[in-house]
C-alpha cells in the first residue's frame, strides 16, 4: 500500500466529515485508502498514468479542503514519519507562544496511537494566549474493500497491521469561555435574588410576631423596598434577555433630540431629588437609524448610572457630537456622551464594569437600588447597532461614557450571541 493512498484514504475521511472521524477513523480511513488503493488495473501504462495523475489532483483537492478546516490535523505513517500537517497544525508548531504546548502533546500521543491505542487528552494553556485543546490521536489501518474482515475499528487496530496515524486537535477555549460565562450568571443572579428574598422572608417572620404598630409600618417599609429591588432585577434581567437576542426590534430614523428627552423622562424625578441638573448639549436636527425602545433604554441606564455615583447637587452633562471627515471614527459616526463629576471609576474596574453583575462599590449600589445590569444593557445596544460603548474615567474626578453609533447608512449586525455582558458600577 502506497503512501499516497494512506494519505488519501485519511483525507477524504477527513474532508467528508469530521465528525466522522471521531466515531472511528480507523475503519473510514482504511476503507477510502482501500477503495482509491485498489482500483481495478489499469489495462496500459497510459491509463496508469492517467489514474496517478487522476489520484495526485484528488490529494491536492482534499489537502486544500482540510487546510481550511478549524482543527489541527496530522498524518503520520507506520514508521511514524509525518505525511501530511494541514495549515492550523502548521501554526501551532511553529508556534512561540504557549500553543506550543499543544503541539508537544500531539508528538506525545503519536507513539500511542503508532502503537495501536486510541488516546486523547485535554491541553488547557494559561496564556499568553488563554485557552483550551481537545488532542486525539487514532492508529488507522488500510484493509481491502474485498476483506470481509474489513469491519473493525480503532478500537481493535492493536490486534492488526497499524498503517499509520491521525491527530486532530479541537480548540475549546470558546466553549470553555461560555461555560464560564454560564455558570458564573447562574451563580450570580442566585446571589442578586436570594438576598431580597431572604430579607423579605426575614422581614416578615418579625412582623408576626411584633406589637408595636411603629415597628410594624418600619418593617413593613422595608418589605416593599425589598421587593420593589427584587422587581426591578427581574425587569432588568427580562430587558437584557430580551435586547440580546433582539426580540421585537424595530429599526427606525429616530431624532437624537428626541431620544434625550424620552431618556430623561423615564428616570422621572430621581435626579431633582437629589438636587443634581442634567444639561443638554445636543444638536437639532440629528437624525440616528435604530430601535428606539433599546436606545432609551441604553442612554437612560447611563444617566441613572450618573445619577447615582454623582454628589448631590451636581452636574450631568449628556452631549452628543457627529464625527466629521478625516477623524479617528468614520464620517457621521453618531458619539453620545454621558459626562458626570462623580466618584469615578478605579482604573483596576475599567475592563470589568460591562459584567453582569458586577459592582465596583456593592454597599453604594445596595444603597441606591442599582441591578448590576445597568451596563450590561447598554453594551448589548451599542452591539445590536453596530457600534460600541466607551468609558473615560479617573477616580475622584468622573466619568464619560460614549455610546458610539454607526452612521445611518451603514447596517446594522445580526443580534450577538449573549455569551458576554456588561454591568453597572
Not at 449628556?318 to 457621521?332: F, I, L, N
Amino acid at each position: 500500500m502506497t503512501g499516497v493512498a494512506v494519505l488519501l484514504g485519511v483525507l477524504l475521511v477527513v474532508a467528508v466529515g469530521a465528525a466522522w472521524y471521531w466515531r472511528g477513523v480507523a475503519t473510514a480511513a482504511g476503507a477510502a485508502a482501500a477503495a482509491v488503493a485498489e482500483a481495478p488495473p489499469p489495462g496500459d501504462a497510459e491509463s496508469a498514468g492517467s489514474d496517478g495523475e487522476r489520484d495526485d489532483l484528488l490529494a491536492e483537492r482534499l489537502r486544500a479542503v482540510v487546510d481550511h478546516l478549524q482543527w489541527a490535523v496530522v498524518i503520520w505513517d507506520a514508521e511514524g514519519q509525518e505525511i501530511y500537517r494541514n495549515r492550523v497544525a502548521r501554526a501551532m508548531f511553529e508556534a512561540r507562544d504557549s500553543q506550543v504546548l499543544v503541539a508537544a502533546a500531539i508528538e506525545e500521543l503519536r507513539a500511542d496511537a503508532l502503537a495501536g491505542r486510541s488516546v486523547r487528552r485535554e491541553v488547557d494553556v494559561f496564556g499568553p494566549p488563554v485557552g483550551s485543546f481537545l488532542v486525539v490521536a487514532r492508529p488507522f489501518r488500510v484493509r481491502s474493500l474485498d476483506d470481509p474482515g474489513a469491519a473493525g475499528s480503532a478500537g481493535d487496530a492493536g490486534a492488526a497491521q497499524v498503517d499509520g496515524a491521525v491527530a486532530m486537535v479541537e480548540d475549546r477555549t470558546l466553549q470553555r469561555r461560555i461555560e464560564t460565562v454560564r455558570r458564573d450568571f447562574v451563580a450570580n443572579i442566585s446571589h442578586e435574588l436570594k438576598t431580597p428574598i431572604g430579607a423579605v422572608g426575614l422581614l416578615a417572620e418579625t412582623v408576626i410576631d411584633e406589637p408595636d404598630p411603629a415597628v410594624v409600618e418600619r418593617l413593613a417599609t422595608r418589605m416593599i423596598a425589598e421587593t420593589d429591588r427584587l422587581g426591578r432585577t427581574v425587569d432588568d434581567l427580562l430587558e437584557l434577555s430580551s435586547i440580546e437576542f433582539g426580540d421585537d426590534a424595530e429599526f427606525e430614523d429616530v431624532e437624537l433630540a428626541a431620544l434625550v428627552a424620552e431618556a430623561e423622562d423615564r428616570l422621572g424625578s430621581a435626579p431633582a431629588q437629589a438636587g443634581i441638573e442634567i444639561r443638554r448639549d445636543v444638536p437639532t436636527g440629528v437624525v440616528i437609524h435604530g430601535d428606539r425602545r433599546q436606545l432609551v433604554s441604553a442612554l437612560a441606564n447611563l444617566v441613572d448610572n450618573a445619577v447615582k455615583y454623582s454628589a448631590d447637587g451636581s452636574e450631568i452633562t449628556v452631549g452628543a457630537t457627529v464625527a466629521g471627515a478625516g477623524e479617528d471614527d468614520p464620517e457621521g459616526t453618531v458619539l453620545l456622551s454621558v459626562a458626570d463629576a462623580g466618584i469615578g471609576v478605579p482604573r483596576r474596574d475599567l475592563d470589568r464594569i460591562f459584567e453582569r453583575f458586577y459592582r465596583v462599590d456593592r454597599a453604594r449600589s445596595r444603597r441606591t437600588g442599582g441591578t448590576g445590569l445597568g451596563l450590561a444593557i447598554v453594551r448589548h445596544v451599542a452591539a445590536n447597532h453596530g457600534g460600541d460603548v466607551r468609558v473615560e474615567s479617573t477616580e475622584g474626578v468622573g466619568s464619560v461614557f460614549t455610546l458610539v453609533l454607526p452612521p445611518r447608512h451603514s447596517a446594522p449586525p445580526g443580534p450577538p450571541d449573549g455569551s458576554d455582558g456588561g454591568d453597572e458600577r
